[in-house]
């Protein structure tokens, strides 16, 4: 008897990742809680760049676009966040998107 086995293979639809960064950057540009604190949301190929004036800001946008990511049915898995660092006047988080 043979024995079977499968890979498990994750992909990234590219789509959907920037569907659920450019609703995220909308939500972020309307949000009154986020006018006057430098807040963006930023994706260059598999790298997704947050920025705000501080810490909790920067936090606070990331899980902005969790919740996207999830309404869009990506895994959060997919998203690879560090911790915020300071860089100037701003702190900022970068995500890469990993399968």
Known sequence: MADSSFDVVSKIDPMEVENA????????????????VGA???????????????EE??????????????????SLKTLDSGDPFPSGKEYRIESQLKE
């Open 21 to 36: 960064t450019n609703q995220a950057r909308k939500e972020i540009e309307q949000r009154y809680d986020f006018k006057g």
């Open 40 to 54: 963006s949301v930023e994706q260059s190929g598999e790298t997704i760049l947050i920025k705000a004036n501080s």
């Open 57 to 74: 800001r920067a936090l606070a946008v990331l899980d902005v676009l969790q919740s996207k990511f999830i309404r869009r049915g990506l």
